[in-house]
């Protein structure tokens, strides 16, 4: 079964930066995508960065462009969200994502499976 483990969250002033981690274990199949969202309590999922397994190639919304990164290290089966200039806007639960099937890589419903999500707070 497949288990995804995000960990990295914390509280930051803003202007800061903080890394997020998503540990992959469970799957024989090779990915399609990795992604990357976010959740306020209420709000819509919001869709954040994602990378093509196969090619390395990376997207990513308009909603933190040019402020993060995705990323994926193989030998560890982890993937990563570094994040920079934050904003208290971007206070959210942020989840990682996998994705084991073909569709678009920035809905939310194309992804099979889900970490528990860790939370990061931006203060000004």
């Known amino acids: 079964e497949v288990q995804l483990v995000e960990s990295g969250g914390g509280s930051v002033q803003a202007g800061g930066s903080l890394r997020l981690s998503c540990a992959a274990s469970g799957f024989s199949e090779d990915s399609y995508a990795i992604g990357w969202f976010r959740q306020v309590p209420g709000k819509v999922r919001e869709g954040i960065a994602f990378l093509d397994t196969k090619d390395g190639t990376t997207y990513y919304t308009e909603r933190m462009k040019g402020r993060c990164t995705i990323s994926f290290e193989s030998a560890k089966n982890t993937m990563y969200l570094q994040m920079s200039t934050l904003k208290p806007e971007d206070t959210a639960v942020y989840y990682c994502?996998?994705?084991?099937?073909?569709?678009?890589?920035?809905?939310?419903?194309?992804?099979?499976?889900w970490g528990q999500g860790t939370q990061v707070t931006v203060s000004s």
């Open positions: 994502a996998l994705k084991l099937s073909s569709g678009n890589y920035y809905s939310a419903h194309n992804y099979g499976y």
